[in-house]
């Protein structure tokens, strides 16, 4: 089974800054959309930014200005760079493919920003 192995999470103070990664062993990303899911302890799970193969972003209200996604294709690698985080941006971070494939479910990597 293939899966997404997401890194960089920690924990941070409230304006701090975290860069996410994502690799994708044996998945070739180039060829899909991507995207940064959250999910925080008794949430729903949100969406918070994806990238299109062509490389154009989208980003939810509640992250837009903060966070910037990319990817390097010669690396099969995500990133989520965040910045002036917030507490309401605790969570586990996880990528995926657009449309989400339960396939490729990762970890995760917590965040967790302090006030």
């Known amino acids: 089974q293939v899966q997404l192995v997401e890194s960089g999470g920690g924990l941070v103070q409230t304006g701090g800054s975290l860069r996410l990664s994502c690799v994708a062993p044996g998945i070739l990303i180039l060829i899909y959309a991507m995207g940064w899911y959250r999910q925080a302890q008794g949430k729903q799970r949100e969406l918070v930014a994806r990238?299109?193969?062509?490389?154009?972003?989208t980003y939810a209200d509640s992250v837009k200005g903060r966070f910037t996604i990319s990817r390097d294709n010669a690396k099969n690698t995500v990133y989520l760079q965040m910045n002036s985080l917030k507490p309401e941006d605790t969570a586990v971070y996880h990528c995926?493919?657009?449309?989400?494939?339960?396939?490729?479910w990762g970890q995760g990597t917590q965040v967790t920003v302090s006030s």
């Open positions: 990238i299109s193969s062509g490389g154009s972003t």
């Open positions: 995926n493919v657009l449309p989400l494939s339960w396939e490729y």
